[in-house]
């Protein structure tokens, strides 16, 4: 079954960088774009950032525009989120997420597959 387990998450001060890791199982991983999202509790999950399943094309929400980067490696089912210029308010649980078609979309109700997410703190 299709499995995704994040990692990378931690503490860091405003103005840091994290980098958080999703190893991809059970799917052909290749073949689909992929995205990562993330959620504050009480508060409605938000798309972060997709890729195109060939790596070539990336998709950024307003919020982290210019401040993250989203990156995969097919030869080895993961995927990345480089998180640079951190603030406050990138404090959240960060998902990696498979949608149901392989094309990239936004929408994360056309999201199937979620990891367990890990956790991002961002403060002084």
């Known amino acids: 079954q299709v499995q995704l387990v994040e990692s990378g998450g931690g503490l860091a001060q405003p103005g840091g960088s994290l980098r958080l890791s999703c190893v991809a199982s059970?799917?052909?991983?290749?073949?689909?774009?992929m995205s990562w999202a993330r959620q504050v509790p009480g508060k409605e999950f938000e798309w972060v950032a997709g890729?195109?399943?060939?790596?070539?094309?990336?998709r950024y929400a307003d919020s982290v525009e210019g401040r993250f980067t989203i990156s995969r490696d097919n030869t080895k089912n993961m995927l990345y989120l480089q998180m640079n210029s951190l603030t406050p308010e990138d404090t959240a649980r960060y998902y990696c997420?498979?949608?149901?078609?392989?094309?990239?979309?936004?929408?994360?109700?056309?999201?199937?597959?979620w990891g367990q997410g890990t956790q991002v703190n961002v403060s002084t």
């Open positions: 059970g799917f052909a991983f290749s073949r689909y774009a």
């Open positions: 997420a498979k949608p149901q078609g392989y094309y990239h979309t936004p929408n994360l109700y056309e999201y199937d597959s």
């Open positions: 890729i195109y399943s060939d790596g070539r094309t990336t």
